[in-house]
């Protein structure tokens, strides 16, 4: 199992700062830093200038919306920043959510499903540098194919949590990148919905530290949208958790090391620790024993 981290939702989010800890992420020998793209920094275009800068590690968005970029344009920003870092890059798309994509944006959440099927079905021969040829309901691409020599054929991972995205995603695509997914629910729902030879991306907050009470305190606090939104919060009550922070792994080295291969035993390809920073050198301390498990 690869062990990455999560970049951009939890940590810093000036580019500078993700130059800085991608560096440090690559020095401690983990294997991917992934971005978070939410309403700051876009993360296509700020893995483009990180993996300029930063040489070796694996990199990938975490998610970006499908909905605000038609799926041409993602794959043609995405296959040069797949050139820009010698392919390393790992395109991760999700529908976002109906609160915004209707309530921000004003656009349809009507069939998200539907919207996920025919954007794979226009992404997906580009990201493999094949020609788009596709009629469906929102999209209708013909012989469309993009001239981009450095690129390779693109992973695309999908942000697919319910029976049915998960469905399009181990037809369409190439595998799932998961939020507040618990390692029962792991191995129970999505592993055997996924498929074998699919990667599997399991994201979940970590922090090393013996100030456990508090630190699940603050991960309430800090992650506490991520018990409301209905998508999560489904993952979240099959696992029998209440909220973010009973999903999260704190505590002493053997309980993160133990915790970590409960993920590997359900089916992760790749983890990827967010690591919280309850404290001062929680994010550090995190980092380095993370890099023991290398």
Do not use: C
Request: aromatic share 6%; proline share 6%; charged share 20%.
């Amino acid at each position: 199992m690869k062990i990455g981290t999560m970049l951009g939702a939890t940590g810093p989010g000036g580019l500078d700062d993700l130059i800085n800890t991608a560096r440090q992420v690559e020095a401690a020998g983990l294997d991917n830093i992934w971005l978070a793209n939410i309403f700051g920094l876009d993360a296509i275009t700020s893995l483009a200038i990180i993996g300029r800068e930063v040489p070796r590690i694996g990199l990938g968005t975490a998610v970006t919306p499908t909905y605000p970029r038609h799926p041409t344009a993602i794959a043609q920003q995405a296959l040069t920043t797949a050139a820009a870092t010698e392919n390393r890059f790992t395109l991760g798309i999700g529908l976002s959510h109906q609160v915004v994509i209707e309530n921000m944006l004003g656009m349809s959440y009507d069939k998200p499903a539907k919207h996920m099927r025919e954007y794979l079905s226009v992404l997906m021969p580009l990201a493999r540098g094949e020609t788009a040829n596709f009629a469906g309901e929102e999209y209708k691409v013909q012989g469309l194919a993009l001239d981009i020599p450095e690129a390779t054929p693109m992973p695309v991972v999908v942000a697919a949590l319910g029976p049915v995205m998960l469905k399009i995603a181990r037809e369409l695509a190439d595998g799932t990148n998961t939020w507040m997914v618990g390692p029962k629910t792991m191995a129970s729902h999505i592993a055997p919905a996924i498929g074998p030879d699919a990667t599997i991306v399991g994201g979940v907050p970590i922090v090393l530290t013996n100030n456990i009470d508090q630190a699940k305190e603050q991960i309430a606090k800090d992650l506490v949208i991520y018990g409301q939104l209905p998508s999560y919060r489904a993952m979240l009550d099959r696992e029998g958790a209440g909220g973010p922070a009973d999903i999260a792994i704190v505590g002493d080295e053997n309980t993160l090391r133990g915790e970590i291969k409960r993920f590997e035993d359900a089916g992760v390809t790749d983890f990827n620790a967010a690591i919280v920073a309850t404290e001062d050198g929680a994010f550090e301390r995190t980092l380095e024993f993370l890099s023991s498990m290398k």
